[in-house]
């Protein structure tokens, strides 16, 4: 009967792991964070069965208190917003450069056209400004995710890996 139960067991082990990779690569392939981050969660699986000691939640040597889930799953939620910040800052770069190429510009005019391209150039400037306070946004959810979640994370997952042995029992 054990010997049922390891394989069913290592069964749904190696279909995670494959699931997990499946995920981060296509999230590197399309440079979607919130992918790898499912990846991850998929292979926490096997990053807790192979790294036993470092997950445990009375090991406080090597992780500081209790590491889990809710350590990855906020990494990956960290990741999400990452790259929408990353996204929004380098379109307030663009806009902040446009802006920049206006003026440069308003100084070689004259008339009306100096006064067109200082208004373009402010214009820029106020896109650029929007997307700064726009990367404000990845950061506030992850905080959100990070404090909703971290809590009752743990405790889901251990109910699930019950379910799963007493259902393989």
């Given at each position: 009967?054990?010997?049922?139960?390891?394989?069913?067991?290592?069964?749904?082990?190696?279909?995670?792991?494959?699931?997990?990779?499946?995920?981060?690569?296509?999230?590197?392939?399309?440079?979607?964070?919130?992918?790898?981050?499912?990846?991850?969660?998929?292979?926490?699986?096997?990053?807790?069965?192979?790294?036993?000691?470092?997950?445990?939640?009375?090991?406080?040597?090597?992780?500081?208190?209790?590491?889990?889930?809710?350590?990855?799953?906020?990494?990956g939620v960290a990741l999400a917003a990452s790259g929408k910040c990353r996204r929004h800052s380098q379109?307030?770069?663009?806009?902040?450069?446009?802006?920049?190429?206006?003026?440069?510009?308003?100084?070689?005019?004259?008339?009306?056209?100096?006064?067109?391209?200082?208004?373009?150039?402010?214009?820029?400037?106020?896109?650029?400004?929007?997307?700064?306070?726009?990367?404000?946004?990845?950061?506030?959810t992850m905080n959100a995710v990070s404090a909703l979640l971290a809590e009752n994370i743990e405790r889901i997952?251990?109910?699930?890996?019950?379910?799963?042995?007493?259902?393989?029992?």
């Amino acid at each position: 009967m054990n010997f049922i139960k390891g394989i069913f067991s290592f069964l749904i082990l190696l279909v995670l792991t494959i699931i997990g990779i499946v995920f981060i690569i296509a999230g590197l392939g399309e440079s979607n964070y919130v992918l790898m981050g499912v990846g991850v969660l998929f292979l926490f699986p096997f990053l807790r069965k192979v790294y036993r000691r470092k997950f445990s939640t009375t090991n406080k040597k090597t992780t500081g208190g209790t590491m889990g889930f809710k350590s990855i799953f906020t990494k990956g939620v960290a990741l999400a917003a990452s790259g929408k910040c990353r996204r929004h800052s380098q379109k307030a770069t663009n806009y902040a450069r446009q802006a920049m190429s206006n003026f440069r510009s308003a100084k070689s005019r004259k008339g009306d056209q100096k006064i067109d391209a200082m208004i373009d150039g402010m214009s820029q400037l106020a896109n650029s400004v929007l997307e700064v306070s726009d990367s404000v946004t990845p950061v506030a959810t992850m905080n959100a995710v990070s404090a909703l979640l971290a809590e009752n994370i743990e405790r889901i997952i251990e109910e699930g890996n019950n379910k799963v042995i007493t259902s393989l029992k």
